[in-house]
């Protein structure tokens, strides 16, 4: 059993790497530009064992995807539980200014997540699809802050909450 568990770690780590080096030749040469015998080359492993771990390119995108929404959602766990008794305006100041240093301290999962947003829709329906499913969570969760800062008085009734969540999600996103 032992060795079992020792194989799965090593595998898992393995991914991560993965995944990480992924993100990063990924952000600087674009999606479309990266092959995976290129990845493959990059981290020092054979084309056949990164096939092993991801079989397809769209695999390797979408556990990307995935990792990065892991990592970016635990940034703001005390947001999203004790947070919620804070008013609004300071939930929101708290999670921009998350995303913000997020961002500044992991400047390639930005550019992932441009790239993503540039290149997928054209050229794969399922990461696409997984993009926008991943983009609409963020944005409720500022459409469900500002709607409860309204109901606090804190916002203008007139206000779109979605307007506005969209709004400044898609300017902290492309800073």
């Known amino acids: 059993m032992p060795k079992r568990t ?11 790497e993965i995944l990480q080096a992924g993100i990063d030749l990924f952000a600087r040469r674009g999606i479309l530009a990266t092959t995976m015998n290129e990845l ?8 056949g064992a990164l096939y092993w771990h991801f079989p397809t390119k769209e695999d390797l995108l979408l556990a990307a995807m995935e990792e990065l929404h892991r990592r970016f959602i635990g940034e703001f766990t005390e947001v999203l539980t004790e947070g919620r008794k804070w008013p609004a305006r300071k939930q929101l100041r708290v999670i921009f200014e998350r995303q913000k240093a997020f ?16 290149e997928a829709p054209y050229n794969n329906q399922r990461v696409a699809e997984a993009l926008r499913d991943t983009l609409i969570l963020y944005v409720a969760a500022v459409e469900g802050i500002v709607k409860y800062g309204q109901r606090r008085g804190e916002f203008r009734a007139d206000l779109s909450a979605n307007a506005f969540a969209h709004a400044m999600l898609s300017s902290h996103l492309g800073m």
Not at 6 to 16: N, P, S
Not at 40 to 47: D, G, L, Q, S
Not at 107 to 118: Q, V
């Open 6 to 16: 020792a194989k799965q770690e090593r595998a898992e780590r393995t991914r991560l």
């Open 40 to 47: 493959a080359k990059a981290i020092k492993m054979t084309p």
């Open 103 to 118: 961002f500044r301290y992991h400047p390639t999962h930005g550019i992932f997540f441009a790239m993503l947003s540039c």
